[in-house]
C-alpha cells in the first residue's frame, strides 16, 4: 500500500429547511486506503466541514443506519470500504431529512 | 425569549430505546402510563443490544436439571467477587427465566432442542450450561421481539433522534428532562412524573478501543451526577483481549480474537518476542481473558507495541492451508459480517495483524435498589447503565438477561409512581438557566474546539486510566480530567446550523463523557487494591480484609465526591465459598 494514494469525493448536500435545491461538496485529496466510507465522512466532517450530517451507530456492520449511496449503489458505510473515486449520496428511496442523513423509519435490509 | 421551543407532556419518558429501555416501556404501558421511548439514535440501531452475538443466561435448568436461581445467583456473585448487590442479584436471577419467556412471546427466537426446551451452553465463569441464544444473533432476536411489541402498543411514542441532556428536579422530585430534537435542533421540555435512564455503558471514553456503539458517551451518568444522584463501582471496566486496531477499516472487530484461543494465533510485541512468557509462562496465550488483556496493555502502554499501538497476532508459522480451513470453517473467504480481510489488505496467512483490547461492558454505573430506585423521586435507571449485578467483573451472558429483568421492574415501578402522584411544575428559571448552557457552545464565537478536548480525555484513558493502573498515573490523569472539564465549559461550535448538528451532539456529550470520565479515573484512585477487572500495578493483590467495599461517587456543585459504601452479604458471605 502506498501512503500517498488519495481520493476524490464528491458528497450531496441538501438542507430542505434553508437549500432550494441539493448541491455537491468537492474534496480532493482524501486518505482512502484501508478506510471505510464511514472513515471518509468522519475525516471530511472532522477536517473539513462540521456542518456535514450522516448517521451511523455500530460501526461494526449491525444496526443498518449508515446506509447510504456510494456511486449509485446503496452501501452500509461502515463496512464499504472507500475508493479512489467516490460519488455519496443519501440512501436511495429515503426521505432527506439533512445531506446523508435520511427518514430510517421504514427498515430496509442492508444490501452490502 | 424563552429557548424552549416545544414542551411534551408524558407519565413515564424512558431514555435509551433498546434491550432496556424498550422493555422498560412496554412494562410502563402494561401499567397504563403514557410512555415516551427515545433514543439518540434510532429505535432498533442504536446501543449496543443489537451487537450482542451470543449469550444469553438463565436458570432455565433445561440442558442440566441440576441448575437452577440459587445456582446462578452463586455464580453471579462469585464472578464479581462479592462487590455485587446480593439482593439485586437474587431479584436478578429468579426473575430471568419469565423474562425471557416473555420476549419469546413477543416474537425472539431463541435455538431449541426437539423436545422444545432451550439449547443452553456452558459459558467461562458458570457451573452449568445456561447461556440461551439464538445461532450467533441473539441480540437482533431482542431487537426483533421487543419492536414487535414496542409496535403493537400505540400509547408508546418512539422519539427517535432525540437527545435527552439534562433531568429537572424539583425538591428532590423529577418534574421533567430536557432533549435537544436533533433533527430540527431546538431544545424540547418534557414534563413528566418519572424517567427512566437506559442508556446503556459508556465505552465511548476508550475510542477507538471500544468495541461498542458510538452512542454510549455517559450522558445518564452525568444527568444522573448532576441530579444528586449516586453513581458506583466506577472503577470496573470490561476489555476485550483481542480487537483489530489496523487498519481503520477493520478498527474494533472483535471476533478475530478466536485466532488466539482456537487457532494457535500467537502474541508478539514489537521486538518479536512472545511477551506471555513474562506474564503466564504455563498458559502463555491461552491465559485467562484478564490476563491476556492486562499483558498486552501493558506491552502497548510500556512502548512495545505496534505501529498502530497493538501487539502482533500471529497465526501465520500455520501452513497456508492450515489457516485457509479454520477460516472455511468460521469466517469463510476470510469474511464476516461483510468484512473482507483479504479486500482490506490483511492476509493473515502471511501476516501478523494488529490487535489491541477493547473497552466492552461497564460494570459500574448509577446505584439503584431492588426497585430500580435511585433514591431521587421518579428518577429510575436500569440495565447497563447501573451497577449492582455484576460487582468487580461481569461473567458472560449475564447481560442480555438483566436488561430484560430491570428494564421490565423499572417500567412497572415508574409507572405506578407516575400514576400517584401529582406532577411537579418544572421551575422556570431552572429550564432556562440549562437552557442557556446547553445553547452556550453554538452561541459563543470563540473558544476551544471539543474533539481536541474529546481525544485527550479517550488517550489519558486507555492509557492511564485502562487495563494497568498505578496511584502516580491516576493521580495524574485525574488532574487532567479535571482540567479538560473545566476547558470543556468554553467549547464553541463552529458550526451554527440548528438541524442535525452533529458538533453540537457530540461537544455536549463529550461534557458528559468527561465528568464520567474523572469520576471513573477518582474511583480507581481510591480502591487501593486489585480485584476483577481493576489492576493495579501498585497494589497487586486482592485484600479482602478493606476493600470489601463500593466505590461511590457523588457530585457536589462541580466537585466529585469519592467514598466508600459497606457490602452487604445478604445471602453469601466470602468465607463461605
Ligand atoms: C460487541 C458486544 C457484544 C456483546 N455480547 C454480549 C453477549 O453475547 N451476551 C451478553 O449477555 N451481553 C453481551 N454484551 C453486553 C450487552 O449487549 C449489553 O450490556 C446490553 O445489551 C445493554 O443494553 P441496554 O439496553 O442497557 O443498552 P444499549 O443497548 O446500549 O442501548 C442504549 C440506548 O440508549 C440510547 N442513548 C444513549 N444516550 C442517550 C441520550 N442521552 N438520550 C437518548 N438516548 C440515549 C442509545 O441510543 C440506545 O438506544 C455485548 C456488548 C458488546 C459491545
Ligand atoms: S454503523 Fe451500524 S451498520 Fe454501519
Redesign the pocket.
Known sequence: MSEQALAKVKIYRYNPKVDREPYYDEYDGIPFEGRTVLDVLKYVYEKHDTSLAFRY??R?GLCNVCLLMLNGKNVMSCKKLAEKEMIIEPAKNKKVIKDLMVDLSEKVEAGV | MSNIVTQIETDVLV?????????AAIEADNYGARTIL??????GG????????????VAFGHEDPRDNPREHEKDTIMGGQFLGNQRLIRVYTENAPQRMLDLESYGARFNKKEDGKFEQVLMPGHRFPR?I?YKFA??KQ?RKGLMNEVGRRPNIKVYED????DLLVESGKISGAL?LDLRTGELVLVKTGAVIL????A?EMFYPR????C???G??HA?ALRAGAQLRDLEFMQF?PTGMVHPPALNGV?WIGQLRYKCGGLLYNRYGERFMKKYDPVNMELSTRDLVSRAMATEIIEGRGTPHGGVWLDVSYLGDNIVEAYAAEVFPNFSFRGYNLLEAGVDIRKDAIEVAPMA???MGGITINEFCETGIEGLYA????TAGINGAN?I????????QVF?AIAGQVAAQYAGQQAKSEPNREQVEEKCAALLAPLERNEGVSYFGLRRQAQEIMWTQVGLVRDGEKLEKAAAALTSLREQSSRICVRNKTRECNREWMEAL?TQ?MLLLAEAMARSALYRKETRGAHYRRDYPEKNNDQWLVNVVATLEGEKLNINQAPVEFTYLKPEEV
Not at chain 2, 427515545?38 to 429505535?43: H, M
Not at chain 2, 432525540?162 to 441532556?165: D, G
Not at chain 2, 471500544?210 to 456503539?213: E, K, P, Q
Open positions: 451507530s455500530c461494526g | 431514555v435509551g430505546s433498546e434491550g432496556t429501555g424498550a422493555r427515545a433514543s439518540k439514535g434510532i429505535f442504536s446501543g449496543v443490544t443489537l451487537m450482542a452475538p451470543y449469550s444469553c443466561c447461556a441464544h441473539t441480540g431482542f432525540f437527545f435527552v441532556l432533549a437506559a442508556t446503556g455503558g465505552m471500544s468495541d461498542a456503539s452512542d454510549l458517551t450522558d445518564s444527568m476485550f472483535i466492552h461492558f461497564y436500569a440495565g447497563e447503565v461481569r458472560e451472558g449475564n447481560a442480555l438477561s438483566e436488561i428494564g456529550e458528559n
